[in-house]
């Protein structure tokens, strides 16, 4: 018998734990800790320890297929190319931006990146997006506007520095749990905890302070900490002065807002407000920590800001211990935004409206002109299909059936496309409507990186041989281009070679090479090969044109929708720990299935007794957008007049429920925290 351990990345959560990959006679057979990475020590959650039960899994594709007269047929990858590439040809000679293209999280840097540039220099559209669009949308465009730069600060290990660590929206003992660790860690070490939360969650628990916050209504919660914070005398005078502009904009708006005039917009005691300024502003040191929580609602940007406000108003930034976290949910969030999968950006965050970056990225790529139009949103390239103004979608790595509000608008849009073309690891809602399925190699089976939550990128390393027929992503696109007449763009060996060209032309990726990765990982920006990178963002200046941090006055915007009386709840969607995103992959695992594998929701007793139902009896849950059907699950965790239902389970899609047609103007992110409900008994 041969045991082999490759070292590699959790395929879950922003985290990006190590782990080793047991490989028994060429086939993965189980999980050892990595005792050495720095992320997470060689501790693992449940996620990570059995996250090798789907790889084997006998649903895995193995094959291309090709849809005729409705049913799915077995093709060779030949075939299969050139009747995509007919498809597409007839497209783009008409128009490429009637194609559009989503891209991965769950796929390496090296697929995004080579999947962007598919788009862009063998296409021809900028029509390309990724799931961040639906979750940290708002933080890439907020905190672009208030640092220049939309990523997480300080690194994951730096917040057991923290004397005080705010968490705002998130639970990171459930959704992102070795993090959660290095807050317990810091915890331990005297850091005061303050959790605001419509739930008293696992982390909650652990909290010094607990601030049982209404959803929807965090503007309130920090202007009013903000006011508390100036009324003491405890905001950074110096920090403002030499690092920042326009904080006389957000001391006016900020005077509106006394804990007394919130205490009833925000279900939080006055007290208990300016308890959590306090304990905020006192500390030497304070961290803020927040997630999906603060950003899936329509004023998700304004949130954002308003949290960077707040580190600014108190110098919390570019030092050890301080900073504003964004917990990236999906292992390579933060990567494929950096290789701009994003229809505005190119790699790097680069802005191709400007001439001279689509003039030097034709020179690097030897392509022709570059299409300057801006590219759709990943609502608005639904939209387009349901209109009619999009003919062909090519979806890497994603189930938008699934994880897009509206399923049943998402799946007429998707119905009502010329050509779909799938590329993933299982037969997903999203890959059933398609006319192409190509079968890809799960995070086992390749090479690459990743880079987590903190900008560390660390290398992916392939521990077993894929399932029949299935191909790496970015070889799919090699292979598609060769087809295509194109194969001199895409002249990679490896992963490497994809690496080598994506460190060319992304500054912050520069001085990044495999070699130096080998180790620990890396952290952006590292601007050249002697640059040890860079854990703590923001220490000198803002990552702004004129290197100052913006104030951002924000006032409170109301909800879409209000409970009244024929909706009196507020429904509220979120992660447990045992499972993941639409658990297409944690799903096919035996053992997570066994804690848990069916929806519920929860509902405080108060609710529970008025509606006159009872611990685990079916129940209907009904917004104004569709209803579905779940088990009740009474606690005394969740807040009186609010319902909570995890996103992951087939039975209970929250998306049955949700709404597209109200959104962010800037950030096109509808409201998903937060819908007025009711539940009716069965
Ligand atoms: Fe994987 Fe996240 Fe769990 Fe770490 S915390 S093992 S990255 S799911």
Same mark, same amino acid.
């Given at each position: 018998m041969k045991i082999d351990l490759i070292p590699t990345i959790c395929?879950?959560?922003?985290?990006g734990c190590g782990l080793n990959l047991v490989n028994v006679d060429g086939e993965i057979k189980g999980v050892e800790p990595?005792?050495?990475?720095?992320?997470?020590e060689g501790k693992l959650c449940p996620k990570g320890n059995f996250s %090798?039960?789907? =790889?084997? *899994?006998?649903?895995?594709?193995k094959t291309p297929l090709i849809k005729e007269n409705g049913q799915f047929r077995e093709a060779s990858w030949d075939e299969a190319l050139n009747a995509i590439f007919r498809e597409l040809k007839k497209i783009i000679d008409e128009d490429p931006d009637l194609v559009a293209f989503l891209s991965s999280a769950r796929c390496t840097n090296e697929d995004n990146y080579v999947l962007q540039k598919f788009a862009r220099a063998? =296409?021809?559209?900028?029509n390309i997006d990724n799931c961040a669009a639906l979750c940290h949308g708002p933080t890439v465009s907020g905190l672009n506007l208030t640092f220049g730069s939309g990523a997480?600060?300080?690194?994951? !290990?730096?917040?057991? +520095?923290?004397?005080c660590i705010f968490i705002i929206g998130s639970n990171p003992l459930e959704q992102h749990p070795l993090i959660g660790r290095r807050i317990l860690k810091a915890k331990a070490k005297g850091s005061k905890i303050i959790v605001a939360d419509p739930r008293y969650t696992p982390t909650a628990k652990h909290a010094d302070l607990f601030l049982p916050l209404t959803p929807g209504t965090d503007v309130a919660l920090l202007n009013s900490m903000m006011q508390v914070i100036l009324k003491e005398g405890l905001e950074d005078q110096d920090f403002i002065r030499t690092r920042t502009r326009d904080f006389e904009k957000l001391k006016k708006v900020i005077e509106n807002y006394s804990p007394d005039s919130v205490e009833h917009i925000t279900g939080i005691s006055a007290a208990k407000i300016e308890n959590a300024a306090l304990i905020y502003g006192e500390a030497e040191k304070s961290s803020i920590v927040y997630c999906l929580g603060i950003?899936? *609602? =329509?004023?998700g940007m304004d949130n954002v800001m308003s949290l960077a406000n707040l580190t600014m108003l108190t110098g919390n930034?570019?030092?050890?211990?301080t900073g504003l976290n964004p917990l990236r949910g999906q292992n390579n969030v933060q990567g494929v935004c950096d290789m701009g999968?994003?229809?505005?950006? %190119?790699?790097? %965050?680069? !802005? %191709?409206?400007l001439d001279n970056v689509r003039a030097d990225t034709e020179y690097e790529w030897n392509c022709g002109p570059l299409n300057f139009l801006p590219g759709l949103q990943m609502v608005e390239i639904l939209e387009a299909a349901y209109d009619g103004r999009m003919k062909a979608m090519y979806i890497m790595g994603e189930n938008p059936v699934f994880s897009e509000p509206e399923t049943m608008k998402v799946k007429e849009s998707l119905l009502n496309l010329e050509t779909l073309i799938v590329q993933d690891i299982f037969l997903t809602e999203t890959a059933e409507l398609a006319d192409f399925v190509l079968p890809a190699t799960s995070w086992a089976e390749k090479n690459g990186t990743f880079t987590n939550t903190e900008r560390r990128v660390q290398l992916v390393r392939k521990a077993a041989d894929p399932p029949g027929q299935a191909m790496e992503d970015w070889r799919i696109f090699c292979q598609l281009a060769q087809v295509m007449n194109s194969s001199e763009m895409f002249p990679y060996r490896s992963e490497e070679d994809i690496f080598e060209e994506i460190r060319s032309i992304t500054p912050q990726y520069k001085g990044i090479t495999y070699q130096r990765l080998k180790a620990d990982g890396m952290y952006w920006p590292?601007?050249?090969?002697?640059h040890p990178g860079t854990?703590?963002? *923001?220490?000198? !200046?803002?990552?702004?044109p004129h290197g100052l941090g913006v104030f951002k006055p924000i006032e409170l915007r109301s909800l879409p929708e209000t409970p009244d009386d024929d909706y009196p709840l507020i429904l509220s969607t979120g992660r447990i720990i045992f499972h993941y995103h639409?658990?297409?992959?944690?799903? +096919?695992?035996k053992i997570l299935g066994n804690e848990i594998s069916k929806s519920f929701v929860e509902i405080n007793p108060k609710d529970a007794l008025k509606l006159g139902v009872s611990n685990q009896e079916m129940v209907k849950i009904i917004t104004r957008h569709g209803e579905i059907e779940t088990k009740v699950k009474i606690t005394s965790k969740i807040t009186h007049g609010i319902i909570f239902l995890p996103i992951h389970f087939l039975d209970g899609k929250p998306n049955l429920l949700?709404?597209?047609?109200?959104?962010?103007?800037?950030? +096109?992110?509808?409201?998903? !925290?937060a819908l007025a409900a009711k539940i009716e008994k069965i």
């Amino acid at each position: 018998m041969k045991i082999d351990l490759i070292p590699t990345i959790c395929p879950y959560c922003g985290c990006g734990c190590g782990l080793n990959l047991v490989n028994v006679d060429g086939e993965i057979k189980g999980v050892e800790p990595w005792k050495r990475n720095p992320v997470n020590e060689g501790k693992l959650c449940p996620k990570g320890n059995f996250s %090798y039960e789907f =790889i084997n *899994h006998k649903e895995r594709l193995k094959t291309p297929l090709i849809k005729e007269n409705g049913q799915f047929r077995e093709a060779s990858w030949d075939e299969a190319l050139n009747a995509i590439f007919r498809e597409l040809k007839k497209i783009i000679d008409e128009d490429p931006d009637l194609v559009a293209f989503l891209s991965s999280a769950r796929c390496t840097n090296e697929d995004n990146y080579v999947l962007q540039k598919f788009a862009r220099a063998v =296409i021809g559209t900028n029509n390309i997006d990724n799931c961040a669009a639906l979750c940290h949308g708002p933080t890439v465009s907020g905190l672009n506007l208030t640092f220049g730069s939309g990523a997480m600060t300080n690194s994951i !290990k730096d917040m057991e +520095k923290a004397d005080c660590i705010f968490i705002i929206g998130s639970n990171p003992l459930e959704q992102h749990p070795l993090i959660g660790r290095r807050i317990l860690k810091a915890k331990a070490k005297g850091s005061k905890i303050i959790v605001a939360d419509p739930r008293y969650t696992p982390t909650a628990k652990h909290a010094d302070l607990f601030l049982p916050l209404t959803p929807g209504t965090d503007v309130a919660l920090l202007n009013s900490m903000m006011q508390v914070i100036l009324k003491e005398g405890l905001e950074d005078q110096d920090f403002i002065r030499t690092r920042t502009r326009d904080f006389e904009k957000l001391k006016k708006v900020i005077e509106n807002y006394s804990p007394d005039s919130v205490e009833h917009i925000t279900g939080i005691s006055a007290a208990k407000i300016e308890n959590a300024a306090l304990i905020y502003g006192e500390a030497e040191k304070s961290s803020i920590v927040y997630c999906l929580g603060i950003t899936e *609602h =329509i004023m998700g940007m304004d949130n954002v800001m308003s949290l960077a406000n707040l580190t600014m108003l108190t110098g919390n930034i570019g030092r050890e211990g301080t900073g504003l976290n964004p917990l990236r949910g999906q292992n390579n969030v933060q990567g494929v935004c950096d290789m701009g999968a994003l229809p505005f950006l %190119y790699p790097g %965050y680069k !802005k %191709y409206v400007l001439d001279n970056v689509r003039a030097d990225t034709e020179y690097e790529w030897n392509c022709g002109p570059l299409n300057f139009l801006p590219g759709l949103q990943m609502v608005e390239i639904l939209e387009a299909a349901y209109d009619g103004r999009m003919k062909a979608m090519y979806i890497m790595g994603e189930n938008p059936v699934f994880s897009e509000p509206e399923t049943m608008k998402v799946k007429e849009s998707l119905l009502n496309l010329e050509t779909l073309i799938v590329q993933d690891i299982f037969l997903t809602e999203t890959a059933e409507l398609a006319d192409f399925v190509l079968p890809a190699t799960s995070w086992a089976e390749k090479n690459g990186t990743f880079t987590n939550t903190e900008r560390r990128v660390q290398l992916v390393r392939k521990a077993a041989d894929p399932p029949g027929q299935a191909m790496e992503d970015w070889r799919i696109f090699c292979q598609l281009a060769q087809v295509m007449n194109s194969s001199e763009m895409f002249p990679y060996r490896s992963e490497e070679d994809i690496f080598e060209e994506i460190r060319s032309i992304t500054p912050q990726y520069k001085g990044i090479t495999y070699q130096r990765l080998k180790a620990d990982g890396m952290y952006w920006p590292c601007p050249d090969e002697d640059h040890p990178g860079t854990p703590i963002l *923001h220490g000198e !200046k803002f990552a702004t044109p004129h290197g100052l941090g913006v104030f951002k006055p924000i006032e409170l915007r109301s909800l879409p929708e209000t409970p009244d009386d024929d909706y009196p709840l507020i429904l509220s969607t979120g992660r447990i720990i045992f499972h993941y995103h639409n658990s297409n992959m944690t799903g +096919k695992s035996k053992i997570l299935g066994n804690e848990i594998s069916k929806s519920f929701v929860e509902i405080n007793p108060k609710d529970a007794l008025k509606l006159g139902v009872s611990n685990q009896e079916m129940v209907k849950i009904i917004t104004r957008h569709g209803e579905i059907e779940t088990k009740v699950k009474i606690t005394s965790k969740i807040t009186h007049g609010i319902i909570f239902l995890p996103i992951h389970f087939l039975d209970g899609k929250p998306n049955l429920l949700t709404n597209s047609k109200v959104l962010d103007p800037s950030t +096109k992110m509808p409201e998903l !925290k937060a819908l007025a409900a009711k539940i009716e008994k069965i």
